[in-house]
């Protein structure tokens, strides 16, 4: 077995000379290879066999992130320039009014306000960090997971995810998490979805087929990843890659650990510096002046250094860190976590919210958006065909089928019951990827049948022979096709998915029916759906807009998608470009880009990191919200990381910010805090200076 992350050439490759990553070779290798290859069997591994397996190729565990012991923490928060400049000033008070300073005129008074200004601040600082980090550890704590897997001389068995090896067979059902890098070997109508990884919203469907080549391994059809969902259907797969080998893996060991300069960090730096400045200026001054007029040396130092402590805003660090903690606690009323203060400042000095699209602007779900005749009306009677069709189907309801049957409900006011009352299953043939479609085929009380089809619109145009146009039935020639097939494509161009619906009456009886049926059927109508955008999302961004930030949306779906998204929120779209058109940008062109560009589609996780330090390097500051994988280099990267508490781990961990609730309108006040707080900061810092 190759070792991690080793590269192999490929097999029957015909230049012999092409080299791929391991896990797309074996995306393009049958089953039978998979099995030769990873050293199993599709009864499973012996015992023996998981040690070794394990051994090789390491535990299903990601790198744990050690929090540094409290003690140490404690001493850290020293470093914060304005405590250091005021301890050091401290020093100097101490030198000048206790060692050097007359028997009968020592007065520690001034030194001790001084320590005790540093100590308050850090103590503030301190608690509330801690509190911040705990909550957050706390939200990651979860109940153990466990997967089925199948196991020599054992058959199938319940194990927690940190156990799975490579060569490990394990069985998927709907709800589950997918425990490791998975190939495919079996499966039954099985939708993943996978948008934390890439930011598509629509479940993928995986299917055990070897890839006709070389592609890469998010786009491959047989490939499940680590931490992506099983949205419906059944699927069995053999464990490829584990822990931090894994695609989540890589990008989690991506991420920078050491700290990120934010606007709070050069904000500090600027007032440090004007301190440092005036000192610099100042204290030579005074110290030349008292050498000339009164000739002793050392009076006119220990003068000068006490010039240079009046100068100083003693109460600075304790008012910066209040400030903050005020900030905090205001932020946590409205259920939000702040693991770092200086998060709030950060927040309140963006003028750029980049954000993802799937599940922070979206629902990350599917609805029935529109259910149309073949004109584009909305019609009832496509939306009670389409029920029947998901009603009666025995294979594992997927998201489609659930968001037709939602839909009937919401719409009608009746259950289950009351709408197939007078209906029941005769037959059905089930769906696949060869066809595209499923049917079934229904009775009523009157002894009448009808088979309901329902897939995709092509292939339903395929088997249809007749169209239903006005209440009459017209023949389905190639002109009425392609207006069919264009209305079809101005659903997609609106960012949804399109499906046909398709009728035939009296089709064979059961036990007789066969694909072969599947033809000259009346075409009757689309399905369009739609992930919706999220309720808040447009009223945020507007309250964001009126406080001077700009809004750019980085997603690694459609730009399509993205801009339909960005209408149905009244955010305007200036431009849009994908990742393949940013990859071939030099660092000057993007830019150049970034401040006209609205969309950011189709975008890697390297590559959003880079848009967001683009922006960064031409003055902007810049906050990232997103709760996928995907997004946690480009929060990393960003003054201000923003997630939400159903997040992946990785973006939470990579968050400064966490939202308990999806309220994007904690957004705004947060940015209300964050200048409330520089506000408040600004006037202390003129107030005390110009008085010094």
Same mark, same amino acid.
């Given at each position: ?26 995306a ?79 007065d ?60 490990d ?6 709800g ?42 998010l786009?491959?059809? $047989? %490939?499940?990843f ?7 259907? @059944? +699927?069995?797969?053999?464990?490829? *890659? !584990?822990?931090? /080998? ?9 991420l ?21 400045r ?46 903050l ?9 409205g259920?939000v ?8 400042? $950060? %927040? ?6 980049c954000?993802?699209? @799937? +599940?922070?602007?979206?629902?990350? *779900? !599917?609805?029935? /958006? ?37 839909c ?128 808040d ?131 705004e ?24």
């Amino acid at each position: 077995m190759p070792k991690k992350n080793q590269k192999r050439v490929v097999r029957n490759n015909p230049t012999g000379a092409m080299e791929t990553t391991w896990l797309a070779y074996l995306a393009a290798t049958p089953v039978e290879g998979v099995y030769e290859e990873l050293k199993t069997r599709r009864t499973g591994l012996t015992p023996d066999e998981v040690e070794a397996s394990r051994e090789a190729h390491g535990a299903n565990q990601m790198a744990e992130t050690q929090r540094t012991p409290a003690p140490l923490r404690f001493l850290q928060t020293f470093g914060d320039p304005f405590v250091l400049i005021l301890l050091a000033l401290g020093a100097v008070s101490f030198a000048t009014d206790v060692v050097f300073a007359a028997p009968g005129e020592k007065d520690p008074a001034t030194p001790l306000l001084i320590l005790a200004m540093a100590l308050v601040s850090v103590i503030l600082r301190f608690v509330q960090e801690t509190r911040g980090a705990d909550a957050a550890a706390a939200l990651a704590e979860s109940i153990e997971t466990t997967c089925c897997v199948e196991r020599q001389g054992v058959g199938r068995v319940e194990i927690p995810l940190d156990e799975v090896v490579v060569g490990d067979i394990v069985h998927l059902a709907a709800g589950d998490i997918v425990p490791a890098d998975l190939r495919i070997i079996a499966a039954r109508d099985l939708f993943v979805a996978q948008s934390a990884l890439t930011g598509e919203s629509d479940a993928i469907e995986k299917r055990p087929d070897a890839t006709d080549g070389l592609v890469p391994p998010l786009e491959a059809g $047989n %490939l499940a990843f680590l931490g992506t969902t099983v949205i419906s259907g @059944t +699927g069995v797969g053999v464990a490829v *890659r !584990v822990g931090e /080998e894994t695609e989540l893996g890589n990008i989690a060991s991506r991420l920078e650990s050491s700290g990120k300069e934010t606007a709070y960090d050069r904000g500090i730096h600027d007032v440090s510096m004007l301190l440092v400045r005036l000192m610099v200026i100042v204290v030579p001054i005074v110290f030349f002046i008292n050498v000339v007029t009164k000739g002793n040396w050392l009076d006119a130092l220990l003068f000068s250094l006490s010039v240079a402590v009046g100068l100083t805003p003693e109460m600075l660090p304790m008012i910066v860190t209040t400030c903050l903690a005020k900030g905090a606690v205001d932020l946590s009323r409205g259920r939000v976590i702040v693991k770092r203060l200086d998060a709030i400042q $950060n %927040l309140g000095s963006i003028d750029v919210l980049c954000c993802d699209k @799937t +599940g922070t602007l979206t629902e990350d *779900r !599917v609805v029935l /958006e529109r259910h149309l005749d073949v004109t584009g009306r909305e019609d009832a009677r496509v939306l009670r065909h389409a029920f029947l069709n998901s009603h009666f189907e025995t294979g594992m309801l997927n998201l489609i089928d659930t968001a037709i049957i939602k839909c009937a409900h919401e719409e009608t006011g009746l259950d289950d019951d009351a709408l197939v009352e007078d209906h029941f299953l005769v037959d059905e043939l089930p769906f696949d990827y060869e066809r595209r479609v499923v049917s079934v085929v229904v009775g009523d009380e009157h002894g009448n049948t009808t088979m309901i089809t329902k897939g995709a619109l092509e292939e339903v145009l395929t088997i249809s022979s007749t169209v239903e146009l006005g209440g009459k039935i017209l023949p389905l020639g190639d002109e009425l096709r392609c207006e069919v097939l264009e209305r079809g494509q101005e659903l997609s161009d609106d960012g949804m998915r399109v499906l046909g619906v398709a009728r035939k009456d009296e089709p064979a009886g059961v036990g007789e029916l066969t694909v072969d049926h599947e033809r000259d059927m009346t075409f009757i109508g689309y399905l369009a759906f739609l992930d919706p955008p999220k309720e808040d999302a447009g009223a945020a961004i507007e309250a964001l807009a009126a406080h001077g930030v700009g809004t750019k949306v980085l997603t690694g779906d459609s730009s399509r998608v993205a801009a339909h998204v960005c209408d149905e929120l009244g955010l305007d779209v200036s431009g849009a470009l994908n990742g393949a058109q940013v990859e071939q940008l030099s660092d000057d062109e993007l830019r150049k880009a970034v401040e006209t560009t609205t969309v950011f589609a189709k975008l890697s996780p390297d590559q959003k990191a880079r848009v967001v330090s683009a922006l960064q390097v031409n003055g902007h500051v810049v906050g990232f919200m997103g709760d996928g994988v995907n997004d946690a280099a480009a929060m990393r990267v960003a003054d201000c990381g923003v997630s939400v508490d159903t997040g992946a781990d990785v973006a939470k961990e990579a968050a400064d910010i966490i939202l308990l609730e999806k309220d994007l309108m904690v957004l705004e006040r947060g940015v209300e805090t964050g200048r409330r707080t520089f506000t408040n900061m600004n006037k202390y810092v003129k107030m005390t200076a110009s008085s010094n």
